[in-house]
């Protein structure tokens, strides 16, 4: 399994940005493609974003669309998700995952079934 460690949250104000990071360790980075999934009190873990292990698929969740976007240095072992827009509903733990399914799946990417390693999380909180 590889390892993931997030950091970037924070507090920022409504209309504002962010830029998390996510850390991998253990193992050959780009034999993953990698998610950000968030949770909100009282509310289920649900997905943000995903990119394929090249780098060319990615894929959203409709209510992050336009406003935020996923990306990775597959040299630094990092994926990245560049938040702008931010709005009090955007406000949760983030966490990274790491799936080592070998083909690019869009629609598998969504599922949090198809990440095998997960990151401890990173808080984001977004004031109006």
């Known amino acids: 399994q590889v390892q993931l460690v997030e950091s970037g949250g924070g507090l920022v104000q409504a209309g504002g940005s962010l830029r998390l990071s996510c850390a991998a360790s253990?193992?050959?980075?780009?034999?993953?493609?990698m998610g950000w999934f968030r949770q909100a009190p009282g509310k289920e873990r649900e997905f943000v974003a995903a990119?394929?292990?090249?780098?060319?698929?990615?894929i959203y969740a409709d209510s992050v669309k336009g406003r935020f976007t996923i990306s990775r240095n597959d040299a630094k072992n990092t994926v990245y998700l560049q938040m702008n827009s931010l709005k009090p509903e955007d406000s949760a733990v983030y966490y990274c995952?790491?799936?080592?399914?070998?083909?690019?799946?869009?629609?598998?990417?969504?599922?949090?079934?198809?990440?095998?390693?997960w990151g401890q999380g990173t808080q984001v909180t977004v004031s109006s």
């Open positions: 990119i394929s292990r090249s780098g060319v698929g990615t």
């Open positions: 995952a790491a799936s080592s399914s070998r083909a690019w799946m869009p629609l598998a990417a969504m599922t949090q079934a198809d990440y095998g390693s």
């Open positions: 253990g193992r050959t980075f780009n034999n993953y493609s």
